[in-house]
T-cell receptor
């Protein structure tokens, strides 16, 4: 059974601070996706990384896939209140439809 | 906007009842996956449908069943509801068959409460 562990589970910071969320597994994934979910809504895809060592940037968000494709990180620079939400990492195996999700990181950014 | 729509958005059922949740996949998408998300947890894979057949199943009992229709829309049926079935049920669609290198897009979910 493939498992993904996210840390931290909760993060409460002030506007302007930087933060990093980690996603770790003992299993190799063919891809790693990061989602953001608002309360009562479905997850919205932020990025997909597929190559070991890959780094992708989306404005103030930087995503990295580990060299061995077992772990990933999400770094947010100068966090804003609009970044508040649940961040989920999800590993893809042979089929993108069968995703293994981490338990999520609840981020709260205070003005 | 993802284009994946789910109905109903909220539902309250009594323990022992049966429920049907519906999902319309995004245009051009032929594969649908269903997930259960308990409060404070990440989504858990229930099963996936491709070409109207179940293709892959997570660790859920047989009372969780589904259908996919020729227009690629899908239903999730749960029989003999239990209190622990209370959760947000998410539908995700993507293009291509199993193993295709595509990204899944999620609907807004159906919040099921079992009392």
């Amino acid at each position: 059974t493939q498992l993904l562990e996210q840390s931290p589970q909760f993060l409460s910071i002030q506007e302007g601070e930087n933060l990093t969320v980690y996603c770790n597994s003992s299993s190799v994934f063919s891809s790693l996706q990061w989602y953001r979910q608002e309360p009562g809504e479905g997850p919205v895809l932020l990025v997909t990384v597929v190559t070991g060592g890959e780094v992708k940037k989306l404005k103030r968000l930087t995503f990295q896939f580990g060299d061995a494709r077992k772990d990933s990180s999400l770094h947010i620079t100068a966090a804003q209140p609009g970044d508040t939400g649940l961040y989920l990492c999800a590993g893809g195996g042979s089929s993108y439809g069968k995703l293994t999700f981490g338990q999520g990181t609840i981020l709260t950014v205070h003005p | 906007e993802t284009g994946v729509t789910q109905s109903p958005t909220h539902l309250i059922k009594t323990r022992g009842q049966q429920v049907t949740l519906r999902c319309s996949s995004q245009s051009g998408h032929n594969t649908v996956s269903w997930y259960q998300q308990a409060l404070g947890q990440g989504p858990q894979f229930i099963f996936q449908y491709y070409r109207e057949e179940e293709n892959g199943r997570g660790n859920f009992p047989p009372r969780f069943s589904g259908l996919q229709f020729p227009n690629y829309s899908s239903e999730l049926n749960v029989n003999a509801l239990e209190l622990d079935d209370s959760a947000l049920y998410l539908c995700a669609s993507y293009k291509g068959g199993p193993g295709a290198d595509t990204e899944a897009f999620f609907g807004q979910g159906t919040r099921l409460t079992v009392v």
